[in-house]
């Protein structure tokens, strides 16, 4: 792979290769959503947070020296590149105080509760910040970023329909 190409087909082999994460099969949207769906009620997200440590990877590899060092507005442009190269749609981050939650638009509607695009982003997070982070689905789209040990909680309180303002409200009186 050349240049500033980011995908190549190979029709002689029969593949995709993206640089920096390797062979990729396309897969319809709708085949993508049958088997999150499926791990989803297994109850092992585990595929797709490796998904998301593949685009870890692509971010990792498309860097000049340590992620790390990186300012975060350039490790969230690399990462937006990764997710919508991936066509699993437009990624924003937004802070709420000293909370950061993940908006994604345009994404393929692969589970109900959204907990698909949630392992993804978790995994490519926890990669990006070498520590491990749960992403919580607390709105359309938007998904709340934290340490693991209250992503139950939080789970709870958004599918009982808490706010977003609510569910920070109430971690902010239990952290402190």
């Not at 997200?45 to 990792?60: H, W």
């Not at 909680?153 to 808490?162: L, Q």
């Amino acid at each position: 792979m050349s240049g500033n190409a980011h995908y190549a087909l190979n029709l002689e082999r029969g593949w995709l290769e993206a640089k920096n994460m390797g062979r990729m099969v396309a897969v319809p949207e709708a085949v993508l959503a049958s088997l999150v769906q499926v791990a989803v009620q297994s109850g092992d997200l585990t595929a797709m947070r490796i998904a998301g440590k593949s685009l870890a990877d692509f971010v990792a590899g498309r860097a000049e020296g340590s992620l790390p060092e990186k300012p975060w507005d350039k490790v969230l442009a690399e990462a937006r590149l990764a997710l919508g190269l991936s066509g699993l749609g437009a990624l924003e981050a937004e802070r709420w105080g000293r909370a950061l939650t993940l908006v994604v638009r345009g994404a393929p509607a692969l589970d109900d509760d959204q907990l698909g695009t949630a392992a993804l982003l978790g995994g490519l997070f926890s990669s990006l910040a070498s520590t491990d982070v749960a992403c919580v689905p607390v709105d359309d789209g938007r998904f709340l970023c934290l340490d693991p040990s209250v992503a139950e909680a939080v789970w709870n309180w958004s599918k009982a329909g808490r706010s977003l303002f609510s569910i920070l409200t109430e971690m902010e009186s239990v952290v402190a």
